[in-house]
């Protein structure tokens, strides 16, 4: 079974940093894109940037400019910097990766708050 595993939310004071980590483990054999989405209670589900295979990246208009995201292959992780964050980024952050030829995974989520 393949498992994702986020870390580093917490609570944050507007125009700070974090960085949000997600390894996954398991029977992996292969990983394709992974990204990072985010959900407030009473809206879908966001997609806040993810990264392919390659390299390239994805940005909401939203983050763009303030995260970055990236990865790491040797350890199957993704990480989200995120820089100047605002009221607004506060939701559960989540994980997710097409692995072993396409199926999607997702984390258990993380809470990001940014409040004074």
């Known amino acids: 079974q393949v498992q994702l595993v986020e870390s580093g939310g917490g609570l944050v004071q507007p125009g700070g940093s974090l960085t949000l980590s997600c390894v996954a483990s398991?029977?992996?054999?292969?990983?394709?894109?992974m990204g990072w989405y985010r959900q407030v209670p009473g809206k879908e589900r966001e997609l806040v940037a993810r990264?392919?295979?390659?390299?390239?990246?994805n940005y909401a208009d939203t983050v763009k400019g303030r995260f970055t995201i990236s990865r790491d292959n040797a350890k199957n992780a993704v990480y989200l910097q995120m820089n100047s964050l605002k009221p607004e980024d506060t939701a559960v952050y989540y994980c997710?990766?097409?692995?072993?030829?396409?199926?999607?995974?997702w984390g258990q989520g993380t809470q990001v708050t940014v409040s004074s």
């Open positions: 997710t990766g097409l692995i072993n030829y396409g199926r999607r995974y």
């Open positions: 990264v392919g295979n390659g390299g390239g990246t």
């Open positions: 398991g029977s992996i054999f292969s990983i394709n894109a």
